[in-house]
């Protein structure tokens, strides 16, 4: 099944075909390609996974023109504005809220 893969990937299986994609190709399968990591790593939950799904994260921020440093300033811009994730907070519908 054709794929986006890492650059270096062909060189393991020469006996395959590979061509470079357009840039609208390569947008659409980046975005599939995030989809399908974030799929690996969800039921695995290893370290190599997450680090896949990161990959992919980087480089959709370059299609942005974004570096992976621009892409922590604007995470970290909305942590200071929301706060993060780390307080564990969980959102109850007024309908379903059991307090």
Do not use: Q
Request: charge should be negative; hydrophobic fraction near 40%; include cysteine.
């Amino acid at each position: 099944m054709p794929k986006l893969v890492r650059d270096r990937i062909p060189e393991l299986f020469p006996e395959n075909r590979d061509r470079t994609l357009s840039e609208a190709e390569y947008a659409d399968a980046l975005r599939a390609k995030l989809g399908e990591e974030v799929c690996k790593y969800l039921p695995d939950r290893t370290p190599e996974e997450l680090a896949d799904v990161l990959e992919v994260l980087h480089a959709l921020a370059a299609l942005h023109g974004l570096t992976p440093d621009d892409l922590e300033i604007l995470r970290a811009r909305k942590a200071a504005e929301r706060a993060g994730l780390a307080g564990r907070v969980w959102l109850e519908d007024d309908k379903t809220n059991a307090r």
